[in-house]
């Protein structure tokens, strides 16, 4: 969704797309086709544990408060780095998320597998208890648990400080039995009757370094045909590949009001007017009312060097254009995309590249 | 409350004309005004209006137009947001205000608290000039809320207007690529006009900045090959509300942790490479069919040393109230993550409104159970009660029988139950050898079964005081407070409009009953293991507050020792500029 398409919803009263008859409930199918919003608006929330009952309330600073209504949820390593992940089943666009834990350091944990006898292997229903810096942590091993989520049957120990800790285990059936201690960073399997952990290799990787939020198109992938608008409203047809057929392209995001990308426009002007260099496509997101100004500051700033784009208030030129190039409302500006000849992205850069 | 028609509307006699909207205007902003910004309040109606319906109904209005402005501020339309002032607005610039005290958060996040009694006077063109500077520089607008907790309304017609007791949310991406949150309360002066309702004064009354210099989190779902871009909810092929979730195992044996996700016409199934990324396989390893699914579990179902999956459906009601659709299904591992679907050899042919689903133990004879937790369907009648609803769809637990096939054992085993259940979690809690079941329903009081051997249970959540009366979501078993005992959270929403609407009702002989209604509006629960069963937890924990939360996790995901909580949440975000 484009901003602009955002901003002609705010306007909007109603919606008339006929929706299909589903399971949905008819009161509801006619709330939410209309889009209608109820109790939403919402932002995932992350509360860190003091250990004593209290907790903070980091949820506006994690990067993890979605605002996409959230249904299903698991914790997991995913990446074998020692902290759990996060993995998110929403209900809006944008539906499946992962976000990779950045707040684990690597070693401060202990990680757990169990070997139950039979057909319980998995040891579903025991409680592990892990004894560190004079606390006793413990925790169930769960298929299915929270609300219509199922998370791994592995158990991850955050130690803090403390260098090793201490396992027991409550087998389903409630036999207790000690495993000794473990170094911090180990992972470990814990095998009925053994009373000792077995290690398991470590293999840390990284779940893959995200492209810029907000970004629809991968590195290597052709860039879309554009329809944007011109101060007044009409449409400018635009396509990448051609654009920078002879020496490449930039195309550059910017707003008027924002005060880092108006100190960029000078030298996106000096690089327009490089004959040597890659065509420049400025881009304004912008809203409607503030078009003649942002168009005036562009002309001003890049002596005349650069054309002023808005993006279209039409969902439709949006769709298969824009839309599949960058989601604006989640896009940082200023961003800029490098494409080549061919019209293939090749690179992302903040601000202006040199 | 989660379960409102859409408000009938009635007329608005104050609407039609707005002739003296400049006086009230003035008299709404008047303390601002004096005093260069050392604010007096602002006016509050002399005589409010007080018929719930009424003060609520002006109350929609003014969200409505709220939550429009709010969107204008986040796509950073300061020239169209002069629409939403008054022209002769009058009020705090709420960004102006000088810090007054700041904390350490912890890892390495700082909160500051501003002085909302010194923040500068400002006009219309004022406010805007405020709004673009603050947040004009960032490089990402993430979220902008503003967020009615309460409002009064003179009865003054025409024109109508109130003072609203606002809360501010604002966070973003600075120009530095660090995390700045705003977290704000303040009075509004709002005035009808036929345009809709106008902001006429502000007075801050309280702001928190916080900020964070490196993230806690980075989404990196489209990097790492599961993202996938649905449509939004309520379109035909996203419109069931059996709402799916997801299930995490090993299913092909490298040791890394693969995800299934149900979806309405298809299933996903992500295979972890080991590498940080997945490549989605749901097809070829017999999964992806038939979608529509909620609440998978993988679990060994036939004891080979594989991770099996079951699935829930949540079915559609017939006539008669019964329900067809899909029956819960298995898919069985035949090894290596390659799925095939023996539904049919099941022996128990299960179709209910399903939502979740439990693999345990019940019988302690080692093969896992499976408990299917069932929602009711409203098609054609809503739930019997708000406070005990008992005609929801009945749980069923279906027992193992050597691996070779399911019975339904629900009635013997003290289960049966026709509450609105939404989810279940089982633990030995008690710590007697047997596998104990919690069950969170909603539109009522949540069950504690008490495994009592022999596959019988007790219910034991009245004894236990863990009813948790409300509209529970979910239920968790975990250690919040380290103490290795095992504490029980419960998951249900907070609700503002709740509160707000409670708030107003209170009094005299309801209060009893109040009380108890505002407690399920209140949000989540938790209750700490002791030596005698389960205690009440703080009153006051902030993880209580998570809005409508749904999933969630009782995990240390920061690795300090300590059980943090994490909870998605909101129920239906519409296009609309419109909060029930």
Known sequence: ?354 | MRQSSPPSKPSIAAADADASAAAVVHAVANGVANGGGRGTALAAPKRPVVLVRDVEFLTQGVVDRLTALSSKMQIRDFTGAADWFADDFLGHDPFSAPQASAVALPRGATSKALDPLRARAVDRAGMLDAWRARIGPWRRVEHVHLKVRGAEFEQTKPPSWGRVDVSLELIGETATGGRESLRGRMWLGVVYSPAGWRVGGLELRELEVRHQREPMFTDVSRSAGVAHAGLRFGRPGHDSDGWQGLAVADVDGDGWLDVFVPSSLRNFLYINGGDGQFTEQAEARGVALPGGGTGPVFFDVDGDGWVDLCLGYYGRELPDRSIEGSPVRYFRNAGEGRFEDRTETMGERVVTAASSLVAFDSQGDGWLDLFVAAYGRMDRARNDSWLEATNGAPNHLLVNVAGERFVDRTREAGLFDTRWTYAAAAADFDRDGRQDLYVANNFGSNRLFRNVGDGRFEDVAEKLGVEERGNSMGALWGDVNSDGRLDLYVVGPESAAGKRVLGRVGGGARDAQVRELMRMANGNGLFLGSDSGLEDGPDDYPARDAGWAFGTVLADLDLDGHADVFCVNGFVTGDLPEDT
């Not at chain 1, 299903?72 to 995913?78: R, S």
């Not at chain 1, 997101?285 to 700033?301: N, P």
């Open chain 1, 1 to 354: 969704m484009v901003a602009s398409s955002l901003d002609l919803q705010v306007e909007h009263t109603h919606r008339d797309e006929e929706i299909e008859e589903g399971f949905m409930h008819p009161w509801a199918r006619e709330m939410y086709g209309r889009g209608v919003t109820f109790n939403g608006k919402e932002r995932d929330k992350l509360f860190l544990g003091r250990g004593d009952g209290r907790f903070d309330d980091l949820s506006d600073l994690s990067g993890a408060d979605s605002g996409l209504d959230g249904r299903g949820l698991v914790a997991a390593d995913f990446d074998d780095d020692g902290d759990l992940d996060l993995f998110a089943h929403h209900l809006q666009r944008g539906r499946h998320a992962l976000l990779r834990n950045e707040l684990g350091d690597g070693v401060s944990f202990a990680k757990v597998r169990l070997a139950n006898d039979g057909p319980n292997w998995e040891g579903v229903g025991a409680t592990v208890t892990a004894y560190a810096g004079g606390a006793a942590t413990s925790q169930v091993v769960a298929r299915g648990a929270g609300f219509i989520s199922c998370g791994p049957a592995e158990l991850v120990f955050g130690l803090g400080a403390a260098k090793s800790a201490t396992l027991e285990v409550r087998w389903p059936d409630g036999v207790v039995e000690a495993f000794g201690s473990v170094d911090r960073g180990a992972r470990v399997l814990l095998e009925r009757g053994a009373g000792e952990p077995k290690a398991l290799p470590a293999r840390p990787t990284r779940l893959r370094d995200p492209l810029p939020a907000g970004l629809d198109l991968d590195v290597g992938e052709l860039g879309p045909d554009l329809v944007l608008s011109d101060r007044d409203a009409a449409p400018l047809r635009r396509s990448i590949r051609e654009l920078g057929a002879e020496r490449g392209l930039l195309v550059h995001f910017w707003a008027s009001y924002c005060e880092p990308c108006v100190r960029e426009l000078a030298r996106l002007g000096e690089r327009a007017g490089d004959p040597d260099g890659p065509a420049v496509l400025a881009i304004s997101v912008d809203a409607r009312g503030d078009w003649e100004r942002a168009a005036a500051l562009l002309e001003r700033s890049t002596q005349g060097r650069v054309a002023a784009h808005f993006v279209s208030l039409s969902d439709a030129d949006n769709a298969g254009g824009l839309d599949d190039l960058v989601d604006l409302l989640r896009l940082p500006i200023p961003t800029t995309l490098v494409f080549d000849r061919e019209g293939r992205l090749v690179r992302v850069d903040r601000g202006v590249p040199d």
